[in-house]
């Protein structure tokens, strides 16, 4: 199965064809059939939609969006909804093309989603912005609903617009409909637990990787790059609920390094009262990000940009273990090197998983009107992220391979197994 036999098909964009390349070496190894292969290879629909919006001084700007949804043999389609001015149909086809990994890989009954709108939301008013918002959710609503698929938020996208995108469909609908979305305000069907949950199932598959590594997490060092909504609860859960010592961190504005270990919750108070940077902070020596990536540490969590760790920091990194907060932090060349040296990565499909994960139970108590405690969710969580991190583990030892790699042959057999038994009618 080569991308070169689907000469008659459009050529994917770059961010694709690397997402492609990921899904091939799994594929390959695992002896996927070629026929459910090329299926799964592509997305199944993408929509791109033009929409006015009357702007606060009466002009009518048009603006750009799109939805894509990947595969749905699974369930329905999931994933956030970005804005953003230089979001582009090939990243949100290859987010959802994740996505239907990431949900696959955590055994969630979802298939992958993305969408987006090109724009730049801080030169926007809060009308304007509102505007926006809902009336792209009427441009995509043939697509979406609880039991078709499912937005969430994403970049520069929060509860707020949430609230907007499901009170749209449900005055379009003539229904309350919570379910259409995920990550709403919790008194609008949100769920106790969700803005933890990325960064608690980062730390749930770190504890895990320690055990795998022979590591105690109560004496490990971590550095965690991005300092963000991911970044600081997982440095937060990891210090207080596993006692691992928090060495650096680092956001936008630089990063910082105290070697007796940060006080998680004294510098996410300094980060909230200094305008959300960390620069500045008075109990740690100021490093860069590149100095963060490569210091001598049990645990680097790279947490805010994609290809952060490039080839040639990978050479110096010194960490045992990288878990993957961000979406594709480490570029092909940095994972080969690293693999050579014996770092263990959970992959960003298995390590972030914990959002989606969260945002299914949401999804779940909404349609059963029946809402659970903060206990319940991180139970569940906790079991669902350690099982999947066991899974791909044991898929890593048994096909003598890397843990990306392992991740996604167990992705793709889920799925593949779901198209075989449900066939390719209309046929």
Known sequence: MKLSELGRLEAPGPLYKMAQHQFLKAAKLMDLDPNIGNFLLWPQRSLVVHFPVVMDDGRVEIFEGYRVQHNTARGPAKGGIRYHPETNLDEVSSLAFWMTWKCAVVNLPYGGGKGGVRVD?????????EKLS??????????????????APDVNTNAKIMAWYMDTYSMNSGNTTLGVVTGK???????????????????ITAAEACKAKGIDISKATVAIQ??????????????????AKIVAVSDVSGGLYNEDGFDINDLIRY???????????????????????TLDV????????????????????????????????????????????????????????????????????????????????????????????GEVYATKQKYNTDM?????????????EAVKKRGYFPM
């Open 121 to 129: 939301p801080s030169k926007l008013s809060e009308k304007e912005l």
């Open 134 to 151: 809902r009336r792209f959710f009427s441009e995509i609503q043939m697509l979406v609903g609880p039991t078709k698929d499912i937005p």
């Open 185 to 203: 305000p919790l008194d609008l069907g949100g769920s106790e637990g969700r803005p933890e949950a990325t960064g608690r199932g980062v730390s």
């Open 226 to 243: 991005g300092f963000g909504n991911v970044g600081s609860f997982s440095a937060k859960i990891l210090s207080e609920e596993y006692g």
């Open 271 to 293: 980060r909230n009262e200094n305008g959300g940077v960390i620069k500045g902070y008075p109990k740690g020596k100021a490093i860069s990000n590149e100095e963060l990536l």
């Open 298 to 389: 049990d645990i680097l969590v790279p947490a805010a940009l994609e290809n952060a760790i490039t080839g040639n920091i990978a050479k110096d990194v010194k960490a045992k273990i990288i878990v993957e907060g961000a979406n594709g932090p480490t570029t092909e060349e940095a994972e080969e090197i690293l693999i050579e040296k014996d770092v263990l990565i959970v992959p960003d499909i298995l390590a972030n998983a914990g959002g989606v994960t969260v945002s299914y139970f949401e999804w779940v108590q909404d349609l059963q009107s029946f809402f659970w405690d903060i206990e319940d969710i991180r139970k569940k969580l906790h079991k669902i992220m350690t099982k999947s991190f």
């Open 404 to 416: 990306r790699t392992a991740a996604y042959i167990v992705a793709i057999g889920r799925v593949a």
